[in-house]
T-cell receptor, first 113, second 116 residues
Framework: GENVEQHPSTLSVQEGDSAVIKCTYS??????FPWYKQELGKGPQLIID?????GEKKDQRIAVTLNKTAKHFSLHITETQPEDSAVYFC????????????FGSGTQLTVLP | EAQVTQNPRYLITVTGKKLTVTCSQN?????MSWYRQDPGLGLRQIYY???????DKGDVPEGYKVSRKEKRNFPLILESPSPNQTSLYFC???????????????FGEGSWLTVV
């Protein structure tokens, strides 16, 4: 089955700096890669996703890049703000698969004021 | 308001005492699933359901049961809980499987379960 590895497990950045979180996946059939943000005491929420037919996707301060050959994808957050502090999870799946998602182990991002 | 509601949110129970965690969604979603979240392991899928009366095992189904008698409800049953089932549990629902354009997976707020 699919295996997703996520690094780093913790990340601290100064407010205004950029943050990068990286994930690798094992199943070359995976073609859908979402990122989730989990705030304290809440369930994960989708923040951005990418499909394997594109290499990069941006949404304001958040971007995701995908390298299908190397089987890795990354989340980039620019101009970080304290409210970006949360746990971030990457995930992978085969689009349309009923088994849903295989998640990475999570990254605790702390943005220092 | 679109919601996935789980109950209880917090529970301490003893080994072997059967318990059920309920999950209900108000979005008429066909797909529902249960995940457990453990430190350093992320979220791992326990069971999923494609529709009423259709359920299947995820990655870590041992010690759990589910049922899907109605579209909106997907309870998680621990017949004989053990300490290694102490975890944070999330129910999730979506209209279609992930990766379909426009689809969003909605997660509940989580249920903290401690088995002593």
């Amino acid at each position: 089955g699919e295996n997703v590895e996520q690094h780093p497990s913790t990340l601290s950045v100064q407010e205004g700096d950029s943050a990068v979180i990286k994930c690798t996946y094992s199943d070359s059939a995976s073609n859908y890669f979402p990122w989730y943000k989990q705030e304290l005491g809440k369930g994960p929420q989708l923040i951005i996703d990418i499909r394997s037919n594109v290499g990069e996707k941006k949404d304001q301060r958040i971007a995701v890049t995908l390298n299908k050959t190397a089987k890795h994808f990354s989340l980039h957050i620019t101009e970080t703000q304290p409210e970006d502090s949360a746990v971030y999870f990457c995930a992978a799946s085969i689009a349309g698969s009923a088994r849903q998602l295989t998640f990475g182990s999570g990254t605790q991002l702390t943005v220092l004021p | 308001e679109a919601q996935v509601t789980q109950n209880p949110r917090y529970l301490i129970t003893v080994t072997g005492k059967k318990l059920t965690v309920t999950c209900s969604q108000n979005m008429n979603h066909e797909y529902m699933s249960w995940y457990r979240q453990d430190p350093g392991l992320g979220l791992r899928q326990i069971y999923y359901s494609m529709n009423v009366e259709v359920t299947d095992k995820g990655d870590v189904p041992e010690g759990y049961k589910v049922s899907r008698k109605e579209k909106r409800n997907f309870p998680l049953i621990l017949e004989s809980p053990s300490p290694n089932q102490t975890s944070l549990y999330f129910c999730a629902s979506s209209l279609t499987p992930p990766g379909i354009s426009g689809n969003t997976i909605y997660f509940g707020e989580g249920s903290w379960l401690t088995v002593v």
